[in-house]
């Protein structure tokens, strides 16, 4: 059997993009046998694919944080990280801190050739170099794996290899046509307008469908809340983890998404997703697979890859690029996803 350690730490979305190329890896070599390190709050995705044996799991964002007091926690995870020796360690983040903890492994490193990778510096820890075009993040990561594992990349593949299965899947029943809206974001940019959810509530109440409302933070929930004081159809779910969101998203006929890791989930479980695109570029984030549909803002500095979106003013207070992405937009694509699904 060959060892392979897979370094993809963060985000949701990017820990997601990982697995279609795991799944192609082992389809072209059966022997392989993955460890994957990633970030603290993310060690349920990796999990789930019945070709990764072992998760390490790094706090790097709590160790920045409290440097000296996390010094055995460190040490813990280093031990943890060299306890077993790897035939490859491939680094797919291609930043400073995953290169570092590549080069911290047991084994030969490969990744991103110094035109390809995020930070340049972090190619200087590597053995071998590989350079892989710009696209789509899922294209990426299945070019780097075939090239660092000597194996021919095949056609576009969508499987993610979820088993659903597994110990950790726990069949939710959802009430008849049922859809979830996933309303919560990181950056201020990626939000559509608040209004435009209940407006989208109402109109899915009024087709007969029940709207389920998750959220991770107290500011999601709140907003959870203003939804579904709005209509009798929202209902607002209990705050769960990944499994418990995985196992949600996996029982409803479709999902409305914002530009979020779960609606990378949504994608990975080949479940109808209608992402919603204003300040970020669908082409290389976008979510990948089956069912999957976007709607993109049409408006002249989208996307803008910014954070916060730099027309709000006194008199602008929410970003013009989602005026083209109009409640009824959403609506009219999304019901014919349902159409097609039913």
């Known amino acids: 059997m060959k060892r392979v350690l897979i370094i993809k730490m963060s985000s949701m979305g990017d820990v997601l993009h990982a697995l279609p190329a795991i799944t192609e890896a082992v389809q072209h070599l059966p022997e392989l046998q993955f460890d994957w390190v990633v ?3 993310f060690e349920q995705i990796p999990s789930w694919h019945p070709s990764v044996d072992k998760v390490v799991v790094a706090s790097t964002r709590a160790w920045r944080k409290n440097w000296w007091s996390s010094r055995a926690e460190r040490k813990a995870f280093v031990d943890d990280l060299t306890s077993r020796k790897y035939d490859l360690v491939i680094d797919a983040q291609g930043l400073m801190k995953s290169a570092w903890i590549a080069h911290l492994a047991e084994g030969p490193v490969s990744g991103f ?33 075939s090239l660092s594992l000597d194996y021919t990349l095949g056609d576009q593949t969508n499987d993610y290899g979820i088993d659903l ?24 940019s990626k939000h559509w307008p608040e209004s435009n ?21 107290e500011e999601e929930h709140q907003r959870c809340l203003r939804i579904a004081a709005s209509n009798d159809a929202a209902i607002v779910l209990p705050r769960g983890d990944l499994n418990s969101m995985r196992n949600h998203i996996s029982a409803v006929d479709a999902v409305v998404a914002v530009d979020t890791g779960l609606g ?25 697979g089956m069912n999957q549909q976007h709607l993109r803002a049409r408006y ?13 003013s006194e008199t602008v207070l929410r970003p013009p690029c989602y005026e083209s992405c109009s409640v009824d ?14």
């Open 300 to 312: 002249n500095c989208s996307p803008c890859l910014a954070r916060e979106c730099n027309l709000l």
């Open 113 to 145: 050739s110094f035109l390809s990778v995020r930070e340049q510096l972090a190619a200087f820890l590597y053995k071998k170099r590989y350079n892989v075009p710009s696209g789509h993040a899922v294209k990426r990561l299945r070019a780097l794996l």
């Open 197 to 217: 959810w209940i407006d989208l509530t109402e109109l899915a109440g009024k087709s007969g469908y029940t709207v389920w409302l998750p959220w991770w933070s």
């Open 329 to 342: 937009d959403v609506w009219r694509v999304l019901s014919k996803m349902l159409c097609l699904k039913h």
């Open 39 to 41: 970030e603290k709050g």
């Open 264 to 288: 990378h989930m949504a994608a990975a479980l080949s479940v109808p997703c209608l992402s919603i695109y204003g300040a970020t570029d669908s082409t290389r984030t976008g979510t990948w």
């Open 165 to 188: 299965d597994g110990a950790n899947f726990e069949c939710v029943e959802p009430a008849p046509k049922t859809l979830l809206f996933l309303h919560g974001t990181t950056w201020a």
